[in-house]
């Protein structure tokens, strides 16, 4: 998720071109990028990590994005030649890479969840603060936030309320979404949730928050595409190539932190309770340090920044780890 002040109006690729992204000195760093080095953005956005990159010396970034609206704005937001655009998910960053002889690469770069151009625009409908449709799909296609409440059966809605929002109220707010049905505004299924959990004017979080990102990590399947892009990233880094991951949610921060922990080889020992098991494939990630927060300098320019973790690991000349049979 990127760092964009709410003041910048979204829809104008002008105004974020000056919009700086969460812990991009820090990625920078962890990148290490030398003169010349092909890197990619799997989260292209408002294209603030390109720009950093090519600025440290990129001879080349390939830019992910999923949303349409990103790479429609990407030449005017990074009007470089050395940037190839590409309108696709980061969990097949592999495949299309491979498929333009453009793989190995010497980095890559994963900013996870909605960026600020996305939730700063009402009509893509991902925030309560401002009405809008119910819709949340970062792609622009596939079902709605709205088709999936209003079709879901109730434990359905309950489960993914209480898995990706870890709201404990999960059960009673998917009662109310069913009996409120049907829901197709923003500003509908927060006065549900504010029903249900109690709001009062200066409440520090909106009882809505948790509801909103679960459905949104759902409609998405952002889960599932960050487990696929790490393994993407693993079969398109070169020896050497770095990898690092911004997450937002302690849900996102631990696929990525247990992958890099099985990747590298950093599994829990045998003990005389636990007999040691047979050695797994060799390493194929060396992480390289602890996870990074922001500093408070940066979350007071930017309080979006506050959940934010990063986290980098380099790739080994280890084969990519055999998948598991289906």
């Known amino acids: 998720m990127s760092g964009n002040p709410p003041s910048v109006p979204a829809h104008d690729p002008h105004a974020l071109a000056g919009h700086r992204p969460v812990l991009v000195d820090e990625v920078v760093e962890g990148l290490a990028i030398a003169p010349g080095e092909t890197h990619v953005d799997g989260t292209f956005g408002a294209g603030g990590y390109t720009r950093a990159m090519l600025r440290a010396g990129a001879g080349r970034v390939i830019a992910f994005d999923r949303d349409p609206d990103a790479i429609a704005n990407g030449p005017s937001l990074v009007p470089d030649p050395r940037l190839t655009l590409i309108h696709e998910r980061f969990s097949r960053m592999g495949e299309v890479l491979a498929e333009r002889d453009l793989a190995p690469v010497d980095g890559i770069t994963l ?39 209003n079709h879901a059966e109730e434990a359905e809605i309950a489960r993914v ?55 949104r990590i759902h409609v998405n399947a952002e889960l599932e595409e960050l487990e696929a892009g790490l393994e993407a990233a693993e ?66 320019a930017n309080p979006r920044a506050r959940s934010a973790r990063l986290r980098t690991a380099v790739r080994t000349d280890a084969p990519v780890t055999p998948r598991k049979a289906a």
């Open 111 to 149: 900013d996870i969840g909605v960026s600020s151009m996305q939730l700063d625009q009402r009509e893509r409908g991902f925030s309560f603060k401002e009405d809008g449709p119910l819709d949340m799909r970062m792609g622009q296609d596939g079902p709605t936030a709205a088709d999936f409440l």
């Open 161 to 215: 309320i209480r898995d990706f929002g870890d709201e404990p109220r999960a059960r009673s707010l998917a009662r109310a979404i069913v009996a409120a049905r049907p829901l197709t505004r923003t500003s509908e299924l927060a006065a549900v949730c504010r029903k249900v959990l109690g709001h009062h004017a200066g409440m520090k979080t909106d009882p809505a928050t948790r509801t909103f990102q679960a459905i």
């Open 235 to 300: 079969r398109s880094l070169r020896p050497g190539g770095r990898l690092a991951v911004v997450t937002f949610h302690s849900l996102e921060d631990r696929i990525v932190k247990q992958f890099l922990k099985v990747r590298s080889g950093a599994a829990p020992a045998g003990s005389r309770h636990r007999p040691a098991v047979a050695a797994g494939p060799a390493p194929t990630f060396r992480a390289v340090a602890k996870p990074i927060a922001p500093s408070a300098e940066e979350l007071a």
